[in-house]
């Protein structure tokens, strides 16, 4: 079975500074997904960053970007400039083929202003 | 449109109640899903519809019973519940179960068992 690990139970940042979340994942496929979900404390689940496994080029979203390491199977956050509103937790997720979305346990993120 | 409505976004019932969580979307997407999500916790998958027929029932209890009448709308009904169910029961729909389709969450109904 597939397994997510975030290793980082909270983390904190002050404002316009840079901050890297990290996320393990374990897995024997080559070809996969991995997502970053931000919670704000509104409760919704928004989709930060996409990553395709068969995808060297690491993905990038305005201030956010990842760095995906796929033979050490790792998969980081990295927020740049951050803002008040990046407060939140952010989950990690794996998902391959037909299978449905594996979320790790979450990193808590605060920022300070 | 890209979003996915949950009603109600909070309900308090009983344990002897028979209450139904709502969801609906209308991006065309074949895939929904219920996650059952515990405070500080990740969300734990509850049940997965691919193109309206039952995909997944991850083990859950019988006192959560699914529905998926059209593309469109999935329901939860909830029947005799315990006050362990109390949590954040979330929506999400995607294009379809495969491959890297990301999924769009609802804002959830906070659920509370009394």
């Known amino acids: 079975a597939q397994t997510v690990t975030q290793s980082q139970p909270e983390m904190s940042v002050q404002e316009a500074e840079t901050v890297t979340l990290s996320c393990t994942y374990d897995?024997?496929?080559?070809?996969?997904?991995l997502f970053w979900y931000k919670q704000p404390p509104s409760r919704q689940m928004i989709l930060v960053i996409r990553?395709?496994?068969?995808?060297?080029q690491n993905a990038t979203e305005n201030r956010f970007s990842v760095n995906f390491q796929k033979a050490a199977k790792s998969f980081s956050l990295k927020i740049s400039d951050s803002q008040l509103g990046d407060a939140a937790m952010y989950f990690c997720?794996?998902?391959?083929?037909?299978?449905?979305?594996?979320f790790g346990a979450g990193t808590r993120l605060t920022v300070k202003p | 449109d890209t979003e996915v409505t949950q009603t109600p976004k909070h309900l308090v019932m009983g344990m002897t109640n028979k209450k139904s969580l709502k969801c609906e979307q209308h991006?065309?997407?074949?895939?929904m899903y219920w996650y059952k999500q515990k405070a500080k916790k990740p969300p734990e998958l509850m049940f997965v519809?691919?193109?309206?027929?039952?995909?997944i029932n991850e083990s859950v209890p019988s006192r959560f019973s699914p529905e998926c009448p059209n593309s469109s709308l999935l329901n939860l009904h909830l029947h005799a519940l315990q006050p362990e169910d109390s949590a954040l029961y979330l929506c999400?729909?995607?294009?379809?179960?495969?491959?890297?389709?990301?999924?769009?969450f609802g804002q959830g109904t906070r659920l509370t068992v009394v």
């Open positions: 991006m065309g997407h074949r895939a």
């Open positions: 990553q395709e496994a068969y995808k060297q």
């Open positions: 897995t024997s496929e080559s070809d996969y997904y």
């Open positions: 519809y691919s193109y309206e027929k039952l995909s």
């Open positions: 999400a729909s995607s294009q379809r179960r495969q491959g890297g389709t990301e999924a769009f």
């Open positions: 997720a794996y998902r391959r083929g037909a299978n449905d979305m594996r």
